[in-house]
């Protein structure tokens, strides 16, 4: 009988060690369990959840201006925002790539899309009016920026707390971030003007003489562009949001509009290039003229635009963003490990 009883107590105690090691294993489960459970639920709040989501996309539409030497307001020397004439604002569009460098540190890559134009009469500004030029040109550009977010958006608060009755407590989300943004790119234009309801390539026209004696040289359609500016983002969810993106491209040229130095002599482009393109390099509408009769302002020499300001466009889109989940951090290798203990 004792044998027995020896042999039921060996019993007992191997059912008892393995309860035990069951109870520790269902214990470490549902603290793995939980653990990925926080990391989802904390999104941004904890300092190294960004690692699993650190490349992220975004689209957005909205417009363009322009601001050179044609068209503006009714005043000459006006820069930035006060020189912004509102009826040239045209389609703009661009989309990116990110990646997170840290918590709030991106580099991104961007393509951009820009339509620009500008016409002079739109302005009461005496000398502008006269001088009767116009231009629109489509802007291609691809620039990388650093993102700076100063004020990061949060989606849930901290640790998905909630009360008996469902509402949620501890510390709150911030689902409004803010961003500052720069960087250098290159970009494609090619002015055109309208003539007789045609819009011709203002390029191929030399209308300052480009090439000839005593002309600038030809300018090229590629060139450098600096981009800064500000944006916002509301999260829509963890992955998602919206955004409103204002920047100004600071650009190397003054050809964007094909203006930017002084009148050539008509009678010599007339017999290089055609009687088009002495056209488009003066159509003045003769309201000035010296005592003789003659015109004084689109004479040979004088100033045709600045070329002691660049040219340059600004932007205003509208977009959305979307985050990618990776398998940093060790995300989904925690996943893999739950599901293969369960």
Known sequence: MFPQLAALASVTGILKMHIHTMRKRSLFILLLTLQVTLTEAQSFFSPTAWR?????????????????????????????????????????????YSYYLNQSTTIKSNMVFAMVA????????????????????????????????FLKERMGNKYGLRNIKHRKIGVRSNAIGMYLTAGIGFFYFNPKGNYQGRWLELHALHTEGQGLEGGPKQYKRFNVAIPVGIGFRKS???????????????????????????YYDNVTLSQNFGPVAAYMADPNLGNFVNNNGESYVTANGEQRGDNTDKDNFMMLTIGYYYKVRTSAYGYKNKRRRVKSLL
């Open 52 to 96: 699993t989501m650190r490349k992220e996309y975004g689209v957005s539409l909205g417009a363009s201006n322009f601001l050179g030497d044609l068209g503006g307001r009714d005043a000459i020397g006006t820069n930035f925002l006060k020189d912004w004439e509102v009826s040239m604002t045209r389609f703009a569009a661009q989309a990116y």
């Open 118 to 149: 500008g016409d002079d009469k739109l302005t009461r500004e005496p000398f502008r009016s006269n001088r009767n030029l116009n231009f629109k040109s489509n802007i291609f550009e691809f620039n990388t920026s650093i993102q700076w977010l």
């Open 236 to 262: 829509l969810n963890r992955q998602s949001g919206i955004y409103m993106e204002f920047t100004q491209h600071y650009t190397f040229t003054d050809y964007i509009d094909d203006v930017s130095g002084s």
